[in-house]
């Protein structure tokens, strides 16, 4: 029902900021909880952030917690993390994604975008 594109990624030194962005096509963007994920080289995908249908409601892992934002715009479809301080162990490929959910977090998304690659350098 709805299809994720992340841009916004690129190459950066430690202590910049970026901001990725996820634009989301569909008419029901609205039902879904959203979230960000991130895979680092060599590991497995772990959570970042989410946030609930409304934006009212947002989670963070403690890696991230106090530098990274996650918000939404509903009427433009787009979902976004503002990445502030990045470290070189933020160094990932980060994907959005969605889930059809009341619930005010994620926990089975069922819709992924392709990922934007993210490198942060000492």
């Known amino acids: 029902q709805v299809q994720l594109v992340e841009s916004g990624g690129g190459l950066v030194q430690a202590g910049d900021s970026l901001r990725l962005s996820c634009a989301a096509s569909?008419?029901?963007?609205?039902?879904?909880?959203m979230g960000w994920f991130r895979q680092p080289p060599g590991k497995e995908r772990v959570f970042v952030a989410d946030i609930s249908r409304g934006g009212g409601v947002t989670n963070y892992a403690d890696s991230v917690k106090g530098r990274f934002t996650i918000s939404r715009d509903n009427a433009k479809n787009t979902v976004y993390l503002q990445m502030n301080s990045l470290k070189p162990e933020d160094t990932a490929v980060y994907y959005c994604?969605?889930?059809?959910?009341?619930?005010?977090?994620?926990?089975?998304?069922?819709?992924w975008g392709q990922g934007t690659q993210v490198t942060v350098s000492s």
């Open positions: 569909g008419r029901t963007f609205s039902n879904y909880a």
């Open positions: 994604a969605a889930e059809a959910t009341s619930n005010v977090r994620l926990s089975d998304p069922q819709f």
